[in-house]
């Protein structure tokens, strides 16, 4: 067997190592879907209920909140970025800073300061490379989140938010995430969560043909927001964990589909090289075989 013919062979094996690896993350990946979309449907009409609720308070009373008031003049911003802790999963971390960035350059543009809070070893990997300041950082759970750890996030934030800017805190909370669509499309989108838009929680009530009902306040509608503001910003983290994990996996199947593809494709046309070289060796061999047996024969006749 010739030189080439090994060096396709040992190629044809390499590539098959990693094919069965990207076949592997792929099943892996299609199996956790199906958990993650159970629970974005699971978590979506909870924090759809808080949001109303909040709304609901608001709109019934003239309570000036963090929760609900615009800063006259906002100085300070913060932005939550969900990423990955893994990478192989094609755009999908890319795609969520590109978001970020195009939304600091915004925000910083309006004339605010911007804190970053970073979720995934991706996103910290990017801003630690460029040496760019992270107000905190998580990490280890991006791709199965628990509530613990949207508890675990919302709390500096709550507390940047409660907080005078003059003292460090902020005027308005911003959330960067991927938005499961569907197992075809992931959308990496914006959204500001302090404080929140009462027109846009009416517009979503008047999508369901739903009337916000009329309250009373017991102690009072300040005391109702202070409880139902942790509960909101981590009901609304919690559901875009939720939605980042089910589009990392998605995207990761994806990725992992088209490389097991380029795999198969790779192997077949290296396996038509390996036989191609095969055959011209084989050529070559029966060549040289009946140019001797001539030979012979030639220098047989003339001895005799």
């Given amino acids: 067997m010739g030189a080439q013919v090994r060096i396709y062979k040992r190629r044809i094996r390499s590539v098959s190592a990693t094919k069965k690896i990207t076949k592997a993350m792929e099943m892996i990946s299609a199996s956790r879907i199906v958990k993650a979309q159970r629970q974005v449907a699971a978590s ?14 608001a709109t019934g009373s003239n309570t000036q909140h963090p929760l609900t008031t615009e800063s006259e003049k906002p100085v300070r911003a913060a932005v939550l970025l969900v990423t990955s802790d893994r990478g192989l999963a094609g755009g999908y971390s890319a795609n969520a800073i590109k978001k970020a960035e195009r939304l600091t350059e915004r925000l910083r543009a309006e004339g605010k300061e911007v804190d970053a809070y970073i979720v995934g070893r991706k996103g910290v990997a990017y801003y630690g490379f460029r040496d760019r300041k992270v107000a905190q950082s998580w990490t280890g759970f991006t791709d199965r989140p628990v509530y613990a750890d949207a508890k675990a996030v919302a709390g500096p934030l709550i507390e940047a938010v409660r ?6 805190g902020v005027d308005e909370l911003h959330i960067v995430f991927t938005e499961f669509v569907s197992m075809m499309t992931q959308n990496p989108v914006d959204k500001r969560l302090l404080p929140l838009s009462l027109d846009e929680a009416k517009g979503e009530v008047e999508k369901k043909e739903q009337v916000l009902p009329l309250f009373d306040f017991e102690p009072s509608a300040e005391e109702v927001l202070d409880a139902l503001l942790p509960r909101y910003v981590e009901s609304r983290i919690y559901n875009a964990l939720l939605q980042s994990a089910a589009s990392e996996h998605a995207a990761r199947r994806r990725a992992m589909k088209s490389a097991t593809d380029n795999a198969e494709d790779l192997i077949k046309s290296l396996t038509r090289l390996a036989n191609q070289a095969r055959q011209a060796d084989i050529t070559q061999e029966i060549s040289e075989i009946v140019g001797g047996a001539s030979a012979l024969a030639d220098a047989s006749a003339g001895s005799d």
Avoid at 46 to 51: G, I, S
């Fill in 44 to 57: 979506t009409p909870y924090a759809d209920e808080l949001t109303r609720a909040v709304a609901a308070v």
């Fill in 163 to 168: 907080k005078d800017a003059a003292e460090g």
